[in-house]
């Protein structure tokens, strides 16, 4: 199978030649090669970040190579991996620290993995810092131009690569609130929008109003499909497009309003009969 | 006509993996597209500030489709269109909330609309926040494909679409500065160009040197051709690249230094006879 | 010889429809092009800033024409120009205001040069502020379709051109210290790296523990290959991926940390035999 398509995931930011540079090896090697870009705007060195955005973006991108990268231990004995999934329709490629194998998962695992110990395809660097040009990109210029996973490098027991970290929801007893569900941000997109870790599912025994915990701080918030369903000010669960329960505002930035980042925790109730303190005059536009 | 290109749009920034997701989906489904990327820099929710970017890019966008996404009512009753122009050479895609509208006018108007309604083209999705990847993408793929239009959705009265908002410049008297004109900053740019919704013709009958009042700030600044011919620290009024007057100053950011940002209202007179106090060696860099 | 590919290499940034409309010029004229980003994250104006990026960059860029534009004299008599490197192979396209030159001078220097004088290959524009659209992408279009360089312009002496600025670095006495080496921070990259203008080779005659003076902040770092290397909170000199030693910290921004920033002056010692004061139990990750 004679693959055409790169995607790339990064942690390189937009602001320096790194991008270019990888595109430019594979696309000077491989001129037919059709590149997308999922992001490269992972957080530095967030590997588990890259590895969500990952899991997320990956039953979308086409059928090909995916070259991803946040890779705060290039150059170290850590392996360069390219992995095969669906039967040869994908292949990831990326450092083995755990980046790629949530995405791996939702492929339906990994089918067969290399190390790629296979030098001679490599590109001569004065420097063992930037693996994304001189090993990712040329291994992957190499697979697009009909060149064999095999060759790539030494096969690996696929049960020895790194794994992800996939934080679970959990249960949680309050004395006032009673039994809930602990979760946490996985995800604040540019929006604000804070994703977490539980669906619509896994609090489908709960009423639709909910009470938000966040630290010292007690929200009420509703589960509703669109963001302008949320009343202005107000805090709302939007059901979001992976469908993860996401703390949102309409047209603002639920993260910025509650000083809430990846990974804080957060704890769901059911609210209850109670009147919604919040309640106010519904002053939304276009309504 | 089969087109294969596909301009993009959007708030969505470069962040997330919202840009390379609705990318992913035209390839997956028409891998033949040439997509170019606007820009995904909108702020978010600024369907304003959208619209008027769209419409001083539309002019050189290639002929073909244009998706454009800034949509805080995405999943609500707004419509998803398509809208015709030229003759079939373009295709504007997106929320029917006025974002599409001054590009539309400057493609010569709307020759047919269609609400994107037959959901058969359309992603199954489990949320309803993501319209770029699970309507606008696959639809425009459908397109790309050779699919005709009228099978997108509903036929539209054109009349009945969402007027886009353009700010008209206005006349102001002043007891101590007599007739002017009354204008606003309709873009910032990177670089600080804070651009005027006022030509170099609706000042023609003024002189060159303008008296340039932000609130209690009042400025002298020449109108110009380059950054360049602004002297530095000075303010000057660039003939920018559309045409418009942008308050800007040489080498540095007139929006920082003004504290200007967009929708603030500036008002332009005639600076008179009397000497610029502001006038000093010119202290340029290669001039 | 026709050329097929563009990089492109700006101070546009990404949140304006810049970028996005001379891709578009280009593509317009000539569909075939294949355009791939170095960046567009330099500082706005930061000729110097640019010029050695594009530096890094063109060693790895697809043979074809480069657009280069960071250009605070647009409009004016700077010249715009376009230079034949690598027998034809490359072309770059931009202001001569040393912008191209240091990558000029990495693809074995100007065989050819021409001022793109030629304005019947221009746009038509009502400003003169955007010469990315108006002139390199329409001249670019024109190369791509197979038209010939010697029709851009006159054809300048490469000797007129416009030199970079490269900052060499120097030697320095002190004190305490003895003989060591003056250098600068030519680059800080997204994740802090702070690129000095000195290679691993220059300061081979030192011990690999070095001194770094930064003003009155004086530290201890190694030379090492990998930020793993560096432990937690220390500071090291990787040898980076274009052999060039950068002050960096493991997982962390070294920018940052010290308040660098490009062109502030480093000087560079041999540590010698004292105990690093900074010594603490490793606590890596992963090592």
């Avoid at 790194?18 to 594979?26: A, E, P, R």
């Avoid at 360069?80 to 339906?108: K, R």
Wanted: charged fraction near 20%; charge should be negative; hydrophobic fraction near 45%.
């Amino acid at each position: 199978m004679n693959h055409t398509h790169v995607a790339l995931l990064t942690d390189y930011g937009m602001n320096d030649e790194f991008v270019g540079v990888l595109k430019s090896v594979i696309i000077d090697a491989a001129p037919h090669a059709q590149i997308t870009d999922i992001s490269h705007g992972v957080a530095p060195f967030d590997v588990r970040g890259g590895s969500l955005m990952l899991a997320r973006a990956v039953q979308y991108v086409p059928k090909g190579l995916i070259i991803a990268v946040v890779d705060p231990g290039v150059g170290t004995a850590r392996r360069a991996i390219a992995v095969e999934v669906a039967g040869g329709d994908g292949i990831l490629i990326g450092p083995d620290n755990g980046l790629l194998a949530p995405a791996v998962a939702m492929a339906g695992g990994a089918e067969r993995a290399f190390e790629l110990s296979n030098t001679s395809l490599h590109l001569e660097a004065p420097g063992a810092t930037f693996a994304g040009r001189d090993i990712f990109a040329p291994v992957a210029a190499y697979l697009l131009n009909g060149g064999r996973i095999d060759d790539v490098g030494v096969q690996l027991d696929v049960d020895s690569l790194m794994p992800g970290l996939i934080p679970l929801p959990g249960e949680v007893n309050d004395d006032s609130y009673g039994a809930g569900v602990k979760c946490e941000v996985t995800w604040v997109d540019t929006f604000g929008n804070c994703q977490l870790n539980v669906g619509a599912d896994d609090v489908a025994h709960m009423p639709s109003a909910l009470r938000v915990v966040l630290g010292d701080d007690v929200r009420r918030a509703s589960i509703v499909r669109t963001y302008a369903e949320i009343q202005t000010g107000a805090l709302g669960l939007v059901i979001d497009s992976y469908g993860m329960l996401a703390l949102s505002m309409d047209r603002a930035s639920a993260a910025e309003s509650l000083k809430l980042g990846v990974t804080d925790e957060v704890w769901l109730f059911p609210y209850g009969d109670e009147p919604d303190p919040s309640q106010t005059t519904r002053v939304g536009i276009r309504k």
